[in-house]
């Protein structure tokens, strides 16, 4: 199936600084690349639509001043948490699907996040 | 909106038992339902896709069906492995989203 590849797979940052996490597609082209964050015992929740050359769609009570989101090219979209605190301490996956209809979602290996 | 419920939360059971994974969702206007597996600390692994338009998809041991009219999926593992240890999560696609279950913890003991 298709590869997305998500780096750096652990980070640890202090309060206050940035973290950017990268979503590579690596064997086809992702016009549409997906955030999820994921806490313990709880379904994966949507944060935001990563739109190739265009602004991310957020959903409802995503900070979009907090988690940044470029989609720059075809095969990479990026998720910045910006000035992080320990409540954002999580598990982030970037997903994509290798076409517009019916097809499969693939999923990067996730970002474990710990903001001490 | 869209729910997706799996239960039970979690499942522990001996080595060669075959199983039974249920999925529901409330909305049977989608595109596709998708089981995934995902490991302690580490991504989804898709398993199966399902189209609207399909009853079942099976791959090795791994059988999946779709009920859409009633809203429910099963993912069938036969001869469960200690190696199938791990949460199932089902999703399904309405329009671009992906709407998730919470999943399914499933431990098979040697």
């Keep these: ?116 | 909106k869209q729910e997706v419920t799996q239960i039970p939360a979690a499942l522990s059971v001996p080595e060669g038992e075959n199983l039974v994974l249920n999925c529901s969702f409330t909305d049977s206007a989608i595109y596709n339902l998708q089981w995934f597996r995902q490991d302690p600390g580490k991504g989804l692994t898709s398993l199966l896709l399902i189209q609207s338009s399909q009853r079942e998809q099976t791959s090795g041991r791994l059988n999946a069906s779709l009920d859409k009219s009633s809203g429910r999926s099963t993912l069938y593992i036969a001869a469960s492995q200690p190696g199938d240890s791990a949460t199932y999560l089902c999703a399904v696609r309405g329009s671009e989203k992906l709407v998730f279950g919470k999943g399914m913890k499933l431990t098979v003991n040697p």
């Design chain 1, 1 to 116: 199936g298709a590869v997305v590849s998500q780096h750096p797979s652990r980070v640890i940052c202090k309060s206050g600084t940035s973290v950017k996490i990268e979503c590579r597609s690596l064997d086809f082209q992702a016009t549409t690349m997906f955030w999820y964050r994921q806490f313990p015992k709880k379904s994966l929740m949507l944060m935001a639509t990563s739109n190739e050359g265009s602004k991310a769609t957020y959903e409802q009570g995503v900070e979009k001043d907090k988690f940044l989101i470029n989609h720059a090219s075809l095969t990479l979209s990026t998720l910045t948490v910006t000035s992080a605190h320990p409540e954002d301490s999580s598990f982030y996956i970037c997903s994509a699907f290798q076409d517009r209809r019916n097809t499969e979602a693939f999923f990067g290996q996730g970002t474990r996040l710990t903001v001490v």
